[in-house]
């Protein structure tokens, strides 16, 4: 399944703007998820990455942000503690919820992990929560403070290297870590959770993912993440977990099926209506897949271009692939080839009628003589798509309701 990567921007409690981006699937997503990322990161890790695109492969979109003062995020990162980023993930849900529907995952990475397992049991639409090498107290983190501890309870803050960046971290930071009981907050809990951890993670060991199994009830499960260091920074890790959680969710969530490619007799093309979109086409071909759309100032979603482009884009394919054919063909040392489109309408001239222009233009590159570069721009004429449309074409309609 094709998938696009939107900007997702919203504002937090505090008037910040935070940056996001949301991996949405072609069709109806199946459902939507949250994906919080680890302590001084950001949306654009790798682990982070990596598993939003997979997930929304597989029907469920993901938005992922960056916390208060971290990546592209407004705000000051040194004023921010771990129930500010707890308010930041409550916040990216109710701006999902108001643009999109209500999640019903979450996923947290390290820290953020912890923050899913802090907002879990408050907010109802949330089915399924996923935790990958998450601490089961967040006073853990403190231990990346411990040569500035002293420092920090005295002076009241100071600077620390973590991930090869320098963070000022204030006293309020620390004191905002003994606020929290994570484990307690899950005695109760009727949601589904899947831990996630690595054996050998030497930034948060294990022992902290058998803590949340032991005081979470069913439905729970566990799985260990065999050899992967605390950053999942080997892409395959990434895909592994989220084709484990892409199988998991769904016995918990509710929402469409993945939608079944149509049957397409060769050559042919069908189109249909996304649901719940004014103007979105889904297009398929026998064996592909595209999208069509109208832009936000025609009320349309943007999620794909418009019809003019793309019966632009099948001129000028088929332009570049028969000119790339007959250069192959003959030995022409054709390196590339381009074609920039434009369609507009025109009144010819004595007459009060619009006729339909369109302009190509072609790159052609490549040890060519001026000889063959006059050949090549007249068998671009001879292009399929072209002379079809220079030779005007009758559309028969039909309806078999």
């Given at each position: 399944?094709?998938?696009?990567?939107?900007?997702?921007?919203?504002?937090?409690?505090?008037?910040?703007?935070?940056?996001?981006?949301?991996?949405?699937?072609?069709?109806?997503?199946?459902?939507?998820?949250?994906?919080?990322?680890?302590?001084?990161?950001?949306?654009?890790?790798?682990?982070?990455?990596?598993?939003?695109?997979?997930?929304?492969?597989?029907?469920?979109?993901?938005?992922?942000?960056?916390?208060?003062?971290?990546?592209?995020?407004?705000?000051?990162?040194?004023?921010?503690?771990?129930?500010?980023?707890?308010?930041?993930?409550?916040?990216?849900?109710?701006?999902?919820?108001?643009?999109?529907?209500?999640?019903?995952?979450?996923?947290?990475?390290?820290?953020?992990?912890?923050?899913?397992?802090?907002?879990?049991?408050?907010?109802?639409?949330?089915?399924?929560?996923?935790?990958?090498?998450?601490?089961?107290?967040?006073?853990?983190?403190?231990?990346?403070?411990?040569?500035?501890?002293?420092?920090?309870?005295?002076?009241?803050?100071?600077?620390?290297?973590?991930?090869?960046?320098?963070?000022?971290?204030?006293?309020?930071?620390?004191?905002?870590?003994?606020?929290?009981?994570?484990?307690?907050?899950?005695?109760?809990?009727?949601?589904?959770?899947?831990?996630?951890?690595?054996?050998?993670?030497?930034?948060?060991?294990?022992?902290?993912?058998?803590?949340?199994?032991?005081?979470?009830?069913?439905?729970?499960?566990?799985?260990?993440?065999?050899?992967?260091?605390?950053?999942?920074?080997?892409?395959?890790?990434?895909?592994?977990?989220?084709?484990?959680?892409?199988?998991?969710?769904?016995?918990?969530?509710?929402?469409?099926?993945?939608?079944?490619?149509?049957?397409?007799?060769?050559?042919?093309?069908?189109?249909f209506n996304r649901v719940n979109h004014l103007y979105t086409q889904d297009i398929y071909g026998q064996n592909h897949q595209i999208i069509a759309d109208e832009p936000k100032s025609l009320k349309g979603d943007d999620l794909g271009m418009g019809p003019y482009e793309l019966l632009l884009s099948s001129l000028g394919a088929c332009t570049a692939m028969?000119?790339?054919?007959?250069?192959?063909?003959?030995?022409?040392?054709?390196?590339?080839?381009?074609?920039?489109?434009?369609?507009?309408?025109?009144?010819?001239?004595?007459?009060?009628?619009?006729?339909?222009?369109?302009?190509?233009?072609?790159?052609?590159?490549?040890?060519?003589?001026?000889?063959?570069?006059?050949?090549?721009?007249?068998?671009?004429?001879?292009?399929?798509?072209?002379?079809?449309?220079?030779?005007?074409?009758?559309?028969?309609?039909?309806?078999?309701?």
């Amino acid at each position: 399944m094709s998938t696009k990567t939107e900007k997702f921007d919203f504002k937090n409690r505090q008037g910040h703007l935070l940056s996001g981006r949301l991996e949405t699937p072609s069709g109806r997503p199946r459902a939507y998820a949250l994906f919080a990322h680890c302590f001084t990161c950001s949306k654009n890790i790798l682990a982070a990455s990596k598993i939003s695109k997979y997930l929304a492969e597989q029907g469920i979109a993901v938005l992922r942000f960056d916390f208060t003062g971290l990546g592209n995020s407004e705000g000051d990162f040194s004023n921010t503690n771990f129930s500010s980023n707890a308010e930041d993930l409550r916040d990216a849900y109710e701006a999902l919820e108001d643009q999109y529907e209500s999640p019903q995952i979450l996923i947290g990475h390290s820290l953020g992990g912890a923050a899913v397992l802090k907002i879990a049991s408050e907010i109802e639409s949330i089915k399924c929560i996923v935790t990958i090498g998450a601490p089961s107290e967040v006073e853990h983190i403190g231990h990346l403070f411990k040569n500035h501890d002293q420092k920090i309870l005295k002076d009241g803050s100071a600077e620390v290297i973590l991930g090869g960046k320098e963070f000022t971290i204030k006293k309020q930071f620390l004191e905002d870590l003994k606020g929290h009981n994570i484990l307690k907050a899950l005695e109760n809990s009727q949601k589904a959770f899947l831990i996630l951890h690595s054996p050998i993670d030497n930034t948060v060991s294990i022992d902290h993912a058998a803590q949340i199994y032991k005081v979470l009830k069913h439905p729970k499960s566990f799985i260990s993440l065999d050899n992967m260091d605390h950053l999942v920074s080997n892409p395959k890790d990434s895909l592994y977990i989220a084709s484990l959680i892409s199988t998991w969710v769904t016995r918990y969530i509710e929402g469409p099926e993945v939608e079944k490619r149509p049957e397409v007799k060769k050559g042919g093309i069908k189109t249909f209506n996304r649901v719940n979109h004014l103007y979105t086409q889904d297009i398929y071909g026998q064996n592909h897949q595209i999208i069509a759309d109208e832009p936000k100032s025609l009320k349309g979603d943007d999620l794909g271009m418009g019809p003019y482009e793309l019966l632009l884009s099948s001129l000028g394919a088929c332009t570049a692939m028969t000119i790339r054919m007959y250069a192959d063909r003959k030995n022409i040392k054709l390196t590339s080839v381009s074609v920039n489109l434009s369609h507009a309408k025109e009144e010819i001239e004595d007459t009060n009628k619009l006729t339909d222009i369109i302009i190509k233009n072609i790159q052609l590159e490549g040890d060519l003589s001026s000889s063959e570069v006059k050949k090549l721009l007249e068998i671009a004429e001879k292009c399929p798509v072209n002379k079809s449309l220079n030779a005007g074409i009758i559309t028969k309609t039909f309806n078999n309701a």
